[in-house]
């Protein structure tokens, strides 16, 4: 009877925890779902589940960055970007241009974020693939976000989202300069703020809107 007792009082513990925003965060949180590591000139995808992938390294290529969130990886290597969909169980890669130079980078479970000197890269998890996007003459870099579905990255000119779910980088043209203050950015939104205007990018949809 006891043991009874004690399986009802834990279910209504557990119930009443349910019920708390902390704890039901904890219970929707990604855990991690893939690793990567390196053997004898090999890099190797692991899932929690079936399916092990492998790229090879090239004669003279170095990894400078491995990193792994949720179902996605990350390798960056002297000669090419590498993402490692956990949901495909694939790597994808992208060859770096001669001369191209990474100066910053993120990771969540559901994208990859890259900036580097002469275009922008995200890789989309779930769909496997990446893109990129070209800096114009004179374009210059400023505050990069990121959040679970969505970045955004700001330039002198303008601001370019990136969605792990729809096309990929979304462009427009700033009307006047923005500071961090101007910005909003949640796991799926995007706000921008220019003035009296409000422009908003979800991670649904592969467009920028204005509030009305």
Same mark, same amino acid.
């Given at each position: %009877?006891?043991?009874?007792?004690?399986?009802?009082?834990?279910?209504?513990?557990?119930?009443? /925890?349910?019920?708390?925003?902390?704890?039901? /965060?904890?219970?929707?949180?990604?855990? @991690? #779902?893939?690793? !990567?590591?390196?053997?004898?000139?090999?890099?190797?995808?692991?899932?929690?589940?079936?399916?092990?992938?492998? #790229?090879?390294?090239?004669?003279?290529?170095?990894?400078?960055?491995?990193?792994?969130?949720?179902?996605?990886?990350?390798?960056?290597?002297?000669?090419?970007?590498?993402?490692?969909?956990? #949901? %495909?169980?694939?790597?994808?890669? /992208?060859?770096?241009?001669?001369?191209?130079?990474?100066?910053?980078?993120?990771?969540?479970?559901?994208?990859?974020?890259? !900036?580097?000197?002469?275009?922008?890269?995200?890789?989309?998890? @779930?769909?496997?693939?990446?893109?990129?996007?070209?800096?114009?003459?004179?374009? %210059? *870099?400023? @505050?990069?976000?990121?959040?679970?579905?969505?970045?955004? *990255?700001?330039?002198?000119?303008?601001?370019?989202?990136?969605?792990?779910?729809?096309?990929?980088?979304?462009?427009?043209? &700033?009307?006047?300069?923005?500071?961090? #203050?101007?910005?909003? !950015?949640?796991?799926?939104?995007? &706000? &921008?703020?220019?003035?009296?205007?409000?422009?908003?990018?979800?991670?649904? &949809?592969?467009?920028?809107?204005?509030?009305?």
């Amino acid at each position: %009877m006891a043991l009874s007792i004690g399986r009802i009082g834990a279910c209504v513990f557990f119930s009443v /925890l349910c019920h708390t925003p902390l704890f039901c /965060l904890a219970q929707n949180l990604i855990t @991690d #779902q893939v690793s !990567i590591t390196v053997e004898r000139d090999q890099i190797f995808g692991i899932t929690s589940g079936e399916g092990i992938a492998r #790229q090879f390294l090239a004669s003279g290529e170095e990894i400078v960055v491995l990193e792994t969130r949720g179902v996605t990886g990350y390798v960056q290597t002297t000669k090419r970007l590498l993402g490692f969909s956990g #949901q %495909m169980r694939r790597w994808v890669e /992208l060859p770096l241009a001669s001369g191209e130079q990474i100066v910053q980078w993120a990771v969540t479970p559901w994208l990859v974020l890259v !900036i580097g000197k002469r275009q922008g890269y995200g890789f989309q998890s @779930d769909l496997g693939r990446w893109k990129k996007e070209s800096w114009g003459a004179g374009e %210059m *870099v400023g @505050d990069v976000r990121v959040k679970s579905y969505v970045g955004l *990255v700001t330039t002198n000119r303008r601001a370019m989202a990136f969605s792990a779910i729809t096309g990929g980088f979304f462009s427009r043209d &700033l009307l006047q300069p923005i500071g961090t #203050q101007d910005v909003q !950015i949640n796991d799926h939104i995007v &706000l &921008l703020h220019e003035g009296v205007r409000t422009f908003v990018f979800r991670s649904g &949809l592969a467009i920028w809107a204005e509030l009305p």
